[in-house]
């Protein structure tokens, strides 16, 4: 079965650089989630989209900006990187139907 | 408001002995319960989940978990432990608070599994 799909797996940028990480939901799938999780941390809720709307937001940082595509995949948008954004970011994705999330395998970003 | 508390921060068992991984949740909506797991630097999967249906759920792996409403507990249990169980687990419960779904993750919990 299909699964979420995350790209790039792995990104290393500088200090003050910015980066875009990509999901690609499973097919069918109207919601999207993003997570972060710090080294040794739980997953901390970024933001989700539904139907290509935001429709909840978490602790996410005024420096990234997320949306949600025709096509349903979504993009994260990180500027002004720092250190502190080094960190495993998930998607996850769901139907309305369905409680479930399933996750992604992440992006793996440092910050130098 | 929702919370997830798991009570271990690490597990440590032997081989083909039984797990239990401890969590309590607090909801004041009727809420939906998880558990994923994390291999090392790997991405989360779910283990199994608890919607309003039956309250013993079977999982992948041999897992499975009771949901006890009046001990607000959905506590994570296995017969017999494999060297491949060792992972972080999480307790993850969402539900409609404010009209709108919430998933909150517990801390996790380590299991390692000793041979």
């Known amino acids: 079965a299909a699964g979420v799909i995350q790209s790039p797996r792995h990104l290393i940028k500088e200090k003050r650089e910015t980066a875009t990480l990509k999901c690609y939901p499973i097919?069918?799938?109207?919601?999207v989630y993003w997570y972060q999780q710090g080294p040794g941390q739980d997953p901390q809720f970024l933001i989700s989209?539904?139907?290509?709307?935001?429709?909840d937001k978490g602790s996410i940082p005024d420096r990234f900006s997320a949306q949600q595509f025709s096509d349903y995949h979504s993009e994260l948008n990180m500027s002004s990187l720092e250190l502190g954004d080094s960190a495993l970011y998930f998607c996850?994705?769901?139907?309305?139907?369905?409680?479930?999330?399933?996750f992604g395998p992440g992006t793996r970003l440092t910050v130098t | 408001a929702q919370s997830v508390t798991q009570l271990d921060s690490h597990v440590s068992v032997s081989e083909g002995t039984p797990v239990l991984l401890r969590c309590n949740y607090s909801?004041?909506?009727?809420?939906?319960l998880f558990w994923y797991v994390q291999h090392p630097n790997k991405g989360l999967q779910l283990l199994l989940k608890?919607?309003?249906?039956?309250?013993l759920v079977k999982g992948i792996n041999g897992f499975e978990a009771e949901f006890k409403k009046s001990e607000t507990s959905f506590h994570l249990t296995k017969p017999s432990a494999h060297m491949s169980d060792a992972a972080e687990y999480f307790c993850?419960?969402?539900?409609?608070?404010?009209?709108?779904?919430?998933?909150?993750f517990g801390s996790g919990t380590r299991l390692q599994v000793q041979p």
């Open positions: 996850a994705s769901s139907t309305t139907a369905d409680s479930v999330e399933y």
């Open positions: 097919p069918r799938h109207d919601t």
């Open positions: 989209f539904y139907e290509k709307m935001q429709s």
């Open positions: 909801s004041s909506y009727s809420p939906s």
């Open positions: 608890y919607t309003s249906a039956a309250t």
């Open positions: 993850v419960v969402s539900s409609m608070d404010t009209g709108r779904r919430a998933l909150t």
